[in-house]
């Protein structure tokens, strides 16, 4: 049985939520705060994590950057009022999986749950993956470059991944948006741009010049894992 951890201040949400998700075959558990939160999910492992931004005590973006600290692969929903472009680019660029404004429909809150699953639990990508002098434990999720250990946000690595699924191939921003972030329909692509410099400063030996996430003017990017050959 899957389990899925509301962090939810709101006993009346806490109660509507967890009716729907029981009714459905899912196990819930419940945290009121962000350090409730931090400690179920270390203690319960949960499948998904359905999580308001309006919390008591820690905020919610906090909690979001921690969880994913501790569980990279874990997805994160918020559930918020708040519908500010800026804050949902923020949130999905700490790694969060999905953005659902209140008040929502159940039918759409369950259908996004179900896709964040499914993404969570599709099967991984080769265990190693290496060009240039980089090395990418997937199962790990560790990068290395020279040797060296490299820091890589959830996202950044989310978006890795993708590449190296699909070498060779132009990758529209559009598509990266919807395949990386799961919208067809999102406020900027900006972000994607942001991710891709990130990247390159990471990754590449001149960022300014890279061999590895190439640019293809006004399409996207193309990733060429073959020292740019």
Known sequence: MQKILIVEDGKAVQRALK???????????????????????????????MLDLGLPGLPGREVCRQVKALAPALPIIILSA????????????LGADDYVTKPFSPRELLARVRVALRRSQAPAPEPLATFGNIAVDFAKMEVTRNGETVSLTAQEFKVLK??????????SREELLNEVWGYTNYPSTRTVDNHILKLRQKLESDADAP???RTVHT???KFVPRDGE
């Not at 500010?84 to 949130?91: A, F, I, N």
């Open 219 to 221: 399409v996207g990017y």
């Open 211 to 213: 061999k590895f996430f």
């Open 19 to 49: 009716r729907l998700f029981a009714s459905e075959g899912f196990s819930v558990e419940i945290a009121a705060d962000g350090d409730a939160a931090l400690a179920l999910v270390k203690q319960t492992k949960p499948d998904l994590v």
């Open 162 to 171: 993708y590449f190296t699924r699909n070498p060779e191939r132009v990758v």
């Open 82 to 93: 708040k519908t500010d472009e800026w804050d949902k680019v923020m949130l999905l660029e």
